[in-house]
């Protein structure tokens, strides 16, 4: 059983590693998938660069370049085009901040989620966006990143977990 993070008509799957939007899949690489999910985490507050960049990619070095490419791709995927309503924020010099407001909930009541979701290995978009690739992750051993991001997923989806139990309130309350 996972926790799926609804913002506004987009309910991102940690789980499942999808994104999909009234019910329809939206396509996104894992690294992209990988820098939404955590600014989703961490909504309403400002996430360095730094912060980003570590909590993504881990100890490779990544230019700051890419990390700009997939928040472009991510604001096109998100249909996040009018910068007065932007859903992620970039802050001058600093990050960027996910300003929308995320819900939580449990997944396992939701089977009409279960058979719309598809996988994001199926629907990458790396075919036909090569610049989204990160040349960094040509340097690391493929097994490395297997269990890297085995271990960064499992370390979200507790915290995403966490999270959702600090903030949870009974219905009414």
């Known amino acids: 059983?996972?926790?799926l993070c609804h913002v506004g008509q987009f309910v991102l799957?940690?789980?499942?590693?999808?994104?999909?939007?009234?019910?329809?899949?939206?396509?996104?690489?894992?690294k992209a998938f990988d820098v939404l999910l955590f600014l989703v985490?961490?909504?309403?507050?400002?996430?360095?660069?730094?912060e980003l960049l570590q909590a993504v990619w881990?100890?490779?070095?990544?230019e700051e370049g890419n990390l700009t490419q997939y928040i472009s791709h991510l604001r096109k995927a998100l249909g996040d085009n009018s910068e007065d309503t932007r859903l992620i924020v970039t802050i001058?010099?600093?990050g960027y901040q996910f300003t929308a407001n995320v819900t939580v909930a449990e997944?396992?009541?939701?089977?009409?989620?279960?058979?719309?979701q598809v996988s994001t290995a199926e629907s990458s978009?790396?075919?036909?966006h090569p610049v989204l690739g990160s040349p960094a992750d040509e340097t690391v051993p493929k097994a490395s990143r297997h269990w890297r991001n085995a271990a960064f997923v499992g370390a979200s989806a507790v915290l995403l977990v966490v999270v959702c139990f600090a903030s949870w309130r009974p219905l009414g309350a």
């Not at 985490?41 to 730094?50: A, D, Y």
């Not at 881990?58 to 990544?62: I, Y």
């Not at 978009?125 to 036909?128: E, N, P, S, V």
């Open 1 to 3: 059983m996972s926790s």
């Open 58 to 62: 881990g100890e490779t070095f990544v």
């Open 107 to 116: 997944a396992a009541g939701t089977a009409k989620h279960a058979a719309v």
């Open 92 to 94: 001058a010099r600093k």
């Open 41 to 50: 985490q961490n909504p309403n507050r400002l996430v360095t660069k730094e």
């Open 125 to 128: 978009l790396a075919d036909t």
């Open 13 to 30: 799957d940690p789980g499942r590693r999808t994104l999909s939007r009234a019910d329809s899949p939206v396509s996104l690489t894992p």
